[in-house]
């Protein structure tokens, strides 16, 4: 780790700043509040200021709520410090007194797709941890500025209003909840927090390397925000963005509920606004191919939701194979669902 002003934390002075955005421990509390509820939580620590700095609120809230924490770092191993990053959190989790493990990834590392796929293995490594120690809940440092770039990042690649709503303080993965409690607080407020804490903390060379999307957007947002785009505008937008989808969503539980379980009838789903077809179409997919909704990209669903229409208007069979799934339409308008039948890879004899 990279110090400003390195010190220990024993005996350091409670909580506090006076500076715009301060903390004290009131603020962190209410910001924690999320977690109360938690049997456990495992907090995701890179050693980077945003984690850090949810590592220390964390350990301190938990000191005045009794709340049970446990602390992993995932080891990528994909640059040299990487390891003796993730020993430097194991000593502060030492002094904070919180339990700290660090999960390698382990084997050949791919060629493409380095930072999505890192992040996957990431997620897969905390959950199966999670479930191993008995914590129910993980907390990750995602804040302000992370959902804005997130949110453009969706934007640019032309995202629905669900992907539009950015990332949610909660979400749930293989039954693990995913709590991000610092989404209200801009990066330099944490950087703030660790500097005026004189908390240690690492800087990822990878953060600056243009060759990652995400590090083009981050300099795009300085851009930006002089012709008034900012963080928070993209975050406001998010927020906008969420209310919707959770309307539409509520719309499509009610149509779901009057088209019923089986095989449809496509003439009351295609008389629905096409924003609703589109999510019940997403679901009654997901459902049969096995796959999760986020996976499956929305202009599939465009398309067949089109194609299926098209069909259904002039009478005539329709089937389609989308995200795993088979939809099948046939000339009475009765539309079907079922997993993707398996392809043959050769020809029998």
């Known amino acids: ?48 200021p945003d984690s850090t700095a949810l590592l220390v609120m964390a350990a301190e809230w938990a000191g005045r709520s009794g709340a049970s924490l446990y602390a992993a770092t995932v080891d990528h191993a994909l640059r040299a410090a990487s390891a003796a990053e993730a020993a430097a959190v194991a000593e502060l989790c030492r002094r904070l007194g919180v339990p700290h493990a660090t999960l390698v990834w382990t084997g050949a590392k791919p060629a493409t797709r380095l930072q999505e796929r890192a992040r996957e293995a990431r997620y897969r490594l905390l959950v199966a941890h999670a479930e191993a120690i008995g914590a129910d809940r993980i907390a990750t440092a995602h804040h302000l500025d992370d959902q804005a770039e997130t949110v453009l990042f969706r934007l640019i690649r032309g995202s629905g209003v669900a992907g539009l709503a950015g990332m949610a303080p909660e979400t749930e993965r293989d039954g693990v909840i995913l709590s991000r409690p610092l989404l209200s607080l801009a990066k330099a407020d944490l950087v703030a927090f660790c500097r005026a804490r004189e908390v240690a903390f690492a800087d990822d060379p990878s953060n600056a390397d243009p060759a990652y999307a995400r590090t083009r957007l981050r300099a795009l947002m300085g851009a930006l925000a002089l012709e008034g785009l900012t963080a928070e505008g993209l975050a406001r937008l998010a927020r906008r963005a969420a209310e919707a989808s959770q309307a539409l969503d509520r719309a499509a539980d009610e149509a779901e509920a009057r088209l019923g379980d089986g095989p449809i009838d496509a003439r009351a789903l295609f008389a629905l606004p096409i924003a609703i077809v589109q999510r019940v179409l997403l679901r009654r997919i997901a459902v049969a191919g096995g796959q999760d909704e986020s996976r499956i990209a929305l202009e599939k669903i465009e398309a067949l939701a089109a194609r299926l229409a098209a069909a259904a208007a002039a009478g005539r069979p329709c089937a389609a194979n989308v995200g795993g799934a088979l939809a099948r339409l046939t000339a009475k308008g009765r539309l079907g669902f079922a997993k993707e039948p398996e392809r043959r890879t050769s020809r029998p004899r």
């Open 1 to 48: 780790m990279s110090p400003p002003n390195p010190s220990p934390l024993d005996g350091v002075a409670p909580l506090a700043m006076t500076e715009a955005g301060a903390f004290d421990a009131a603020r962190v509390d209410a910001l924690l509040a999320p977690l109360a509820d938690a049997r456990a939580t495992l907090l995701a620590v890179s050693g980077g």
